[in-house]
């Protein structure tokens, strides 16, 4: 990075915690600390829904999916609108009237404690393993393309982070959380308009998508059903809701956010507002990776993206990755002619010529990637999540490479923080003011939550300082944190649903529904985009066959 | 802390007249755009 690089990333980070900071001034009550004091506004609300969603990691590795998959990661999100309409009309108004601080406090008032206490640990188990890869895995990659050791990348982010939560609470959350998610817009706008910039002065944005196209980059939509398929029209939709339902419906990292909202008209539109925006905005992210692609079919990318993992490979004596290396820039160049053609003539023959030599550049890099998990006893090696940022440090402009990193950093922390501030909240409300210290002055629970936030965030930062030793447990982790959704979003079903159901259903409908997506995950090849849907349909099962009876309110 | 009786639950949104209104038109819009990527696909999309 460039020296005007470092100004544009250091004003930003400032500027951003600066003001959030200062928003956030006066939160001296509990319900002001962790609730705003239930006086935001819709698009505040909105932006910080949007950039909690955004970690780093979404950020960058979509991008590299557009790049090596293509679009149809878009199916993806199908779901989301739905679920937020469904959210928006059921959810909202009984979270309004309760008056809760937690999504799971609404559960004791329509079932009873345990539901609460089991929902809440599942919550702080799930979201506790998260924040910990959160703060990790956009460190590693970081690390490796600033060129830091990863102590100081996690202990720069864990401690900014840190800082400006535990002093501000949800408020610097969230106003930092919405100029977080400008800088990610802007950063987006740069990084596609850069990729289109960078074409050859005789490659029109036509032919690049042409190009991306004779490769399968442009399915955007597959009608095909396929329970094995992760990413098609029927999948999106309806596992898709059913994921966006249980992540924007029943986790507190979510659920706050619009708790905040000063009406249920502003809850609503924040909401509906992320409703309308992401589906197309995710098709801009992915599409801009897609650009990237044909930025690089005439401009060779390096064999391996992750720079300090093609150092090692160059260093090896056996000259095993040099012939690769050679096989790869033969074939890159094949390519490149070939592409050529392609958008001279749109000849079969040329086209052809192309798809062969992008084919053959894919196993080569593959055989790479091989070489790579091989030296790294058979770890497995990830090179998309580099993809991005290797154009963005190589090709962008002075002043927006460093906006695009202020983009990644923001991506980074808009999602630790919320997570940070939502673990901390569980922790305070459902069980420590629940069961430890009942009827204690306010300014005692504020002081509770903030050294709650404040150890969540030394458990986070610590996690990730080990989190290079941990190996494949962190696959483990990222596994067992999708299992439980479905049970969650059921138990749920189950708390708005006009149906009688007690305690004792709801507590044993979620048992069964944990229990049915592990043996499913365990014992089936179906993709973890039904998981939410089996959860949840066990969960209300159960519970309607086994608590029909008199509920808490009645 | 806001009362449990408020009314604000009862206001209608900003624009549309109605909720449902709203609602449908949000579903609309995603129904715009899968049918627009449908379309992209269809013509950008030449699987090798």
């Known amino acids: 990075m460039r020296g005007v690089d470092w100004v544009v990333l250091i004003v930003s980070l400032v500027a951003i915690i600066g003001y959030g900071l200062y928003r956030a001034r006066g939160s001296n009550t509990v319900e002001s600390y962790l609730l705003a004091g239930r006086t935001m506004h819709w698009w505040v609300i909105g932006l910080s829904i949007m950039a909690t969603q955004a970690s780093a990691i979404t950020f960058i590795g979509t991008t590299g999916q557009g790049y090596v998959d293509g679009l149809r990661f878009v199916q993806f999100y199908f779901g989301l609108p739905i679920a937020m309409v469904i959210i928006s009309a059921v959810a909202v108004p009984l979270f309004f009237r309760s008056n809760v601080y937690t999504a799971y406090e609404y559960l004791e008032k329509r079932f009873d404690s ?56 949800i408020k610097a959350v969230m106003w930092t959380d919405a100029q977080q998610m400008m800088v990610m817009f802007s950063g987006i706008v740069a990084a596609f308009l850069a990729a289109v910039w960078g074409l050859p002065s005789d490659t029109s944005f036509l032919d690049a998508i042409h190009l991306a196209g004779i490769t399968g980059k442009m399915q955007a939509v597959d009608l095909n059903f396929d329970w094995e398929n992760r990413y098609n029209l029927w999948s999106g939709l309806i596992g898709g809701t059913f994921l966006a339902l249980s992540y924007f419906g029943t986790d507190q990292s979510q659920v706050q956010r619009y708790l905040t909202g000063k009406s249920i008209r502003h809850m609503r539109i924040s909401l509906l507002f992320n409703a309308v925006v992401k589906v197309p905005l995710q098709f801009v992210i992915l599409l801009t990776g897609a650009l990237v692609f044909a930025f690089f079919v005439y401009v060779e990318p390096p064999l391996l993206f992750n720079p300090i993992e093609r150092a090692k490979m160059e260093e090896r004596q056996d000259g095993a990755y040099q012939a690769v290396q050679s096989r790869y820039q033969a074939a890159w160049s094949a390519r490149s002619e070939a592409a050529r053609r392609v958008t001279a003539s749109r000849e079969a023959s040329a086209e052809n010529a192309f798809v062969v030599a992008n084919t053959e550049l894919g196993v080569i890099r593959q055989e790479a990637i091989g070489l790579v998990e091989e030296s790294n006893n058979g770890e497995t090696y990830n090179d998309t999540n580099y993809i991005f940022l290797n154009f963005v440090i190589g090709y ?20 630790i923080s919320a997570e940070l501030n939502s673990l901390a909240t569980v922790t305070v409300i459902d069980h420590y003011r629940r069961y430890l210290f009942r009827n204690r002055t306010d300014k005692h629970y504020q002081r509770a939550a903030k050294i709650s936030t404040a150890f ?34 059921g138990v749920f079903v189950l708390a708005f ?58 | 802390m806001r009362s449990v009786d408020s009314g604000t639950e009862e206001e209608p949104p900003p624009f549309l007249g109605t909720w449902g209104r709203v609602y449908a038109t949000v579903l609309a819009h995603l129904a715009f755009w899968i049918v627009v990527f449908y379309l992209f696909t269809v013509r950008f999309d030449l699987p090798s």
């Open chain 1, 456 to 489: 969540w965030g030394v458990y986070a930062t610590v996690f990730a300082s080990f989190g290079g030793q941990l190996g494949s447990l962190i696959e483990a982790v990222n596994v067992v944190g999708s299992l439980f959704y479905g049970s969650m979003l």
């Open chain 1, 114 to 169: 345990k539901t609460r206490t089991l929902a809440s640990l599942v919550f702080l188990v799930q979201r506790g393993l998260g924040v910990g890869l959160a703060l990790y895995a956009p460190a590693v990659v970081l690390s490796v393309i600033m060129g830091w050791p990863e102590p100081v990348t996690i202990a720069t982010m864990g401690i900014l982070v840190v800082t400006y939560t535990v002093i501000g609470g």
């Open chain 1, 497 to 554: 649903s006009p149906w009688r159901v007690n305690g004792f259903g709801a507590f044993s409908g979620m048992i069964a529904g944990l229990a049915a997506v592990a043996w499913t995950a365990s014992y089936t090849e179906v993709t973890f985009l039904w998981y939410n849907l089996i959860g949840c349909v066990m969960t209300v099962a159960v519970g309607l066959a086994l608590g029909r009876g008199a509920t808490a309110e009645s």
């Open chain 1, 396 to 415: 962008l402009p002075a002043g927006l490479v460093g906006l695009v990193m202020a983009a990644v950093f923001a991506a980074a922390m808009s999602t």
